[in-house]
């Protein structure tokens, strides 16, 4: 059987049909095999499939990272990724920082008093060494 291209495209080589009975080259011009009836056998005179289909030449191949037409500095993408979460990631702290705000804003106020503040509420009395000490 010559060699031929198969339906799928893929070049199948040439094969010799010697082995016992199976002497004849048979099947379709597509699909060769061999076979032991004469009166099966293809003529293969008649078949076309002996040049690369044309289908299989139309397109272009794909571009390679490192052609010319390829700029990585024109690639944005990942710039848009930074700035969604850029954007994300502040929308998070603004909502952590007005909980604990609204948390602060809606707690009982305590009575503090600063000690200086308690200090000069105090009943003036004579001036002790103790309060010069702690002034």
């Known amino acids: 059987c010559r ?5 799928m495209g893929q070049w199948d080589p040439p094969f010799n049909c010697s082995s016992g009975e199976f002497i004849f080259c048979c099947g379709t011009c597509g699909f060769r095999f061999c076979c032991k009836f004469k009166k099966t056998r293809l003529d293969q005179s008649t078949c076309t499939n002996y040049e690369t289909p044309l289908w299989m030449n139309t397109g272009k191949p794909p571009s390679r990272i490192d052609d010319a037409l390829h700029d990585p500095t024109r690639d944005k993408t990942n710039l848009i990724v930074y700035i969604i979460c850029g954007v994300v990631a502040v929308m998070v702290l603004v909502g952590i920082f007005t909980k604990l705000g609204l948390e602060k804003a809606h707690r009982p106020q305590r009575e503090h008093m600063s000690r200086a503040l308690a200090d000069v509420m105090r009943p ?3 001036c002790t060494t103790d309060h010069m000490e702690r002034d």
């Open 124 to 126: 003036q009395g004579p």
């Open 3 to 7: 060699g031929y291209f198969d339906v």
